[in-house]
């Protein structure tokens, strides 16, 4: 039965609390025990209901996938194995226009494979490729923008963070979401080079007129200007090349086809991952001091991930005595609207959402309540979960608070370049991944055709 009054209830204290600057886990807590204890009207049963939701949380395997996927990537990233593929990407792209923009949108499609992060990107590339795009006199705004732009693929090509969220949120098999990432990624990021490519065919000013390093006149000394904090990018040995390549490649077929052929589940291709990574990471040179640096990020990052996890499984449990979930969706259903205008609605508010809070809180705070709207309008499951996906990614580009342009403004270090300027740089990649939400919502095949033939 339908509590009118305690749903409101719950939801306006939710966004009066993450809107007066509350910790949105804490908003979580607060919104679900009132909830329920509305609902109820008693104290035990909130406390019963918070002990029963934890104790859940905790014996279910799947939460061990996140930070072990953090842990690969995290071990791949120190190795320097990233750092040497794109160094190999770019001399084999020597003639290609906007080669290094080029290569930094491929060399973030690799690492996406092996990191859940589209943060862990931005920083890694923020550090590899910017000083490479500076020095060949790309216009900064520009190179900042495809940095920023390509991370995005960190949380669409699996293994992701936000599609592990999501299958726990709804209940879906983490390794289909995995497949059905696998071409929506890689058309974007084909989408992504192709509005390079027009950039340096119509523009060629923006990527340094396509002049190669040895055409560039040495840069003037500028003593009042910090310098980029960035990585070496030595010219690796083919020796160094082959052992990254194939570790990589490895690495990634190992783990996914793993879980894609049943080999073993997603938590232990996840361990299974770290494990490989690490052993990577030590072959080429990783010491005890960059171990326990990576234990430790992986540790900050994931934790607060994981106690988000638990309380929103509380919230939804709070949700489902209310009712709120079913009513909304058949005010929906009664309200008259076409399909589309109710997707419409619902991707309008991930963008709006997107301006102001990150995007793992914006999938817990509304997946619960929306997937049922959208199933109920005959949406398919996976392309929807795809088409949330990109969309809540999108909120990491939009202002004032697109977590990607500040992360790689504090990675660069760089005064010449404001906050703004990478924001407008990134409005075409927003666009570009508006249009593929687009194509998504009339092809869903695209996300389909993968999980249903592997799996």
Known sequence: MFDFSTAIMMI???????????HVAVSLGIASAVGIYLVTGKLRIVEATMASTAAEALRDFTFAVIPLFMLMG???????????????????????PAR?????????????????????????????????????????????GAIAGSSCLGMLIPPSVLMIVWGILTEQSIGRLFLAGVLPGLLLAAMFILYIFLTAIFKPETVGAGRDTEDLPEEPEEPEEPEVESVDL??????????????????????????????FTPTEGA????????????????????????????????????????????????????????????????????????????????????????????MLLTVPIVEPVALAFGFDQLSFAIVGIIAIEAGLLTPPFGLLIYTVKAAIQDNEVGVHQIFLASIPYWGIMLTAVLL????????????NYVM
Not at 79 to 95: E, F
Not at 250 to 255: P, T
Not at 441 to 451: D, G, S
Request: overall charge positive.
């Open 74 to 96: 995290e071990f791949i990233g120190r190795s320097g194995a990233i750092t040497d593929i794109y160094v190999a990407i770019n001399r084999g792209l020597k003639r290609i």
């Open 12 to 22: 306006s204290l939710l966004l009066c609390l993450v809107f007066l600057g509350v």
């Open 271 to 362: 361990g299974a991952g770290a494990a490989l990574a690490l052993i990577l990471a030590m072959i080429k040179g990783m010491n005890p001091k960059g171990f326990i640096g990576a234990i430790y990020a992986v540790g900050k990052t994931a934790a607060p991930i994981l106690i988000l996890l638990l309380l929103a499984a509380l919230y939804s449990r709070a949700l489902a005595m209310t009712g709120v979930t079913s009513a909304i969706r058949e005010f929906f259903i009664a309200s008259g609207l076409e399909a589309w205008q109710v997707l419409a609605i619902i991707v309008v508010i991930w963008f709006i959402l997107g301006m102001i809070i990150d995007s793992i809180s914006i």
């Open 100 to 144: 290094l923009a080029v290569a930094t949108v491929l060399g973030n499609t690799i690492f996406s494979f092996v990191t859940g992060v589209s943060i862990a990107s931005a920083a890694a590339f923020s550090r590899i490729s910017y000083p490479e795009m500076k020095r060949h006199g790309y216009d900064r705004g520009f190179a900042l």
């Open 440 to 451: 998504i919502v009339a092809f869903p095949q695209i996300a389909n055709v993968l999980p």
């Open 234 to 263: 030595p010219e690796a040995t083919t020796g160094e090349f082959l052992v990254s390549l194939i570790g990589v490649c490895g690495i990634i077929a190992a783990v996914l086809g793993g879980i894609w052929w049943g080999v």
